[in-house]
């Protein structure tokens, strides 16, 4: 493959790719970017435009502290940070500002919505009676894993991690999870009793060291080995922090669906689409 790069002539439309003598020209990539796409960038453009103008006309501000407590929630689950933002990078294409920036957003949002929303003092102890277990601090494991389809195979990856190889590399070249795979085998944070994790596996994982290997151990139809990266014990939230997200949680309830809160805005505001008039729904 090759990038070549050239002037267009006034008026014309420069040739930004090339498929054997067959030119792409910039005027066909914005062309199809608008077909497959504009619908939902102009949308969101305009969107973007009436929440902060609602905000605004609400006095209603983010904080940084509500955009990192945010992201932190968005993160719960992966092995790092690093693997969140590449995993928005891979899969939505979002830069780490524009996940910040979509943050900003949602939160905006979410607090134009829920303005003039009340939630009384015995609504959120009501549900706190109902939820004891969610906000009770959960164990996490931080664990990596080779998925085999055999019980035989994963004795295979046993004994070859017993002779010294590396786990990250083993897990590239034979696990059959696609997603852990590409990152050495790591699975991220699993909380003690997941449900969505074999119970005798989590039950191995937790009487695990850190930098322990343990298997074969069956999941499901297939094997698998594990590592124990770390193990976190979570630190109690702030009770007031809690009562907060519990509050902000109710409010959404009560609220208009958010899709409905960026319509009504777009009419408020007198939005106009000037190049298909379905958008305006």
Do not use: C
């Not at 968005?74 to 920036?101: D, F, K, N, P, T």
């Amino acid at each position: 493959m090759a990038i070549l790069k050239g002037e267009a002539a006034e008026g014309e439309s420069s040739d930004i790719a090339r498929a054997g003598d067959q030119p792409v020209t910039d005027q066909q990539w914005i062309d199809e970017l608008k077909k497959k796409h504009g619908d939902e960038v102009l949308l969101g453009l305009l969107n973007h435009i009436v929440v902060s103008k609602e905000a605004k006309a609400l006095k209603i501000t983010v904080t940084n502290h509500e955009v990192e407590k945010e992201l932190q929630r968005s993160m719960a689950g992966y092995s790092s940070e690093q693997q969140y933002y590449e995993q928005m990078e891979s899969e939505l294409g979002l830069s780490r500002e524009e996940v910040r920036e979509e943050a900003v957003y949602r939160l905006t949002l979410q607090a134009v919505a829920t303005a003039g929303i009340n939630i009384s003092e015995s609504e959120i102890d009501d549900y706190l009676a109902q939820n004891t277990e969610r906000f009770t601090p959960k164990k996490e494991m931080q664990l990596s894993m080779i998925k085999v389809t055999t019980y035989d195979e994963a004795e295979k990856v046993m004994d070859r991690l017993e002779q010294g190889e590396n786990f990250a590399e083993l897990a590239r070249e034979l696990s059959i999870d696609e997603e852990s795979r590409l990152h050495g085998g790591s699975i991220g944070m699993v909380e003690e009793g997941d449900p969505f994790w074999p119970e005798d596996l989590l039950k191995t994982a937790a009487g695990l060291e850190a930098g322990d290997i343990a298997g074969p151990l069956q999941t499901g139809e297939t094997y698998a080995v594990i590592r124990l990266e770390q193990t976190i014990v979570p630190r109690e939230q702030d009770h007031a922090e809690i009562r907060q997200q519990v509050r902000e949680e109710l409010a959404l309830e009560k609220a208009p669906p958010l899709q409905k809160v960026e319509s009504d805005l777009r009419a408020k505001y007198d939005t106009a689409i000037y190049i298909d008039n379905s958008l305006q729904d």
